[in-house]
């Protein structure tokens, strides 16, 4: 089946500093992934949608500038947290669509951000 | 806008059954059903596209009713393996992005 690998599971940062969370595709082609946040016992909330080769499109309130989503190939997209705080702290997971209508979009493992 | 779930928690002995709704104000191309465990991503369980079908997963199915825009899970038999998150997410076209209902905890116990 298909597989999207999400790293890192864990991070802890200083407060100011930045993290990179990647998520790859192993065995399709993802032609768009999706970006989610999702606070303790809450639902998952769309940050933004990017498509390989195009810049991401945003959801209403979420900074672009702050949340930096890369989607340079087929197989690899990125989110960047730039000067993260303490608010940013949340389970991030990536989520994936290449295949057919039929099938249902695959999830990373999730990244637990903690900012300190 | 958001789907609207219901319950939003439900409690169940092993072996009982269940039924989850998911409500859309909007016109909807396909829903799709998630089971999240605690502390990790959710997991596929299946997806139902316009047409009004009915699908199945082990002694979990789905209906998808174009019409009234609802989908419900049904949950048969249940197994402590059930318990989880259970979240419907609403898509307008394929491959679009999926707006994703408060969820809906689910407790099997023995």
């Known amino acids: 089946g298909a597989v999207v690998s999400q790293h890192p599971s864990r991070v802890i940062c200083k407060s100011g500093t930045s993290v990179k969370i990647e998520c790859r595709s192993l065995?399709?082609?993802?032609?768009?992934m999706f970006w989610y946040r999702q606070f303790p016992k809450q639902s998952l909330m769309l940050m933004a949608t990017s498509n390989e080769g195009s810049k991401a499109t945003y959801e209403q309130g979420v900074e672009k500038d702050k949340f930096l989503i890369n989607h340079a190939s087929l197989t690899l997209s990125t989110l960047t947290v730039t000067s993260a705080h303490p608010e940013d702290s949340s389970f991030y997971i990536c989520?994936?669509?290449?295949?057919?209508?039929?099938?249902?979009?695959?999830f990373g493992s999730g990244t637990r951000l903690t900012v300190v | 806008q958001q789907p609207v779930q219901s319950p939003q928690a439900v409690i169940l002995r092993e072996g009982e059954d269940a039924v989850i709704n998911c409500s859309s104000s909007?016109?909807?191309?396909?829903v799709h059903w998630y089971r999240q465990k605690h502390g990790e991503a959710p997991v596929f369980l299946m997806i139902?596209?316009?047409?009004?079908e009915q699908k199945g997963h082990e002694k979990i199915s789905a209906s998808f009713n174009e019409k009234k825009q609802q989908s419900s899970l049904y949950l048969t038999a249940s197994q402590l393996s059930y318990s989880g998150t259970y979240f419907c997410g609403t898509g307008k076209a394929a491959g679009n992005k999926l707006t994703f209902g408060g969820g809906t905890r689910v407790l099997v116990k023995p």
């Open positions: 909007k016109a909807l191309y396909s």
């Open positions: 989520s994936a669509s290449g295949q057919l209508a039929n099938y249902g979009y695959t």
């Open positions: 065995d399709f082609q993802a032609t768009t």
């Open positions: 139902l596209l316009k047409g009004g």
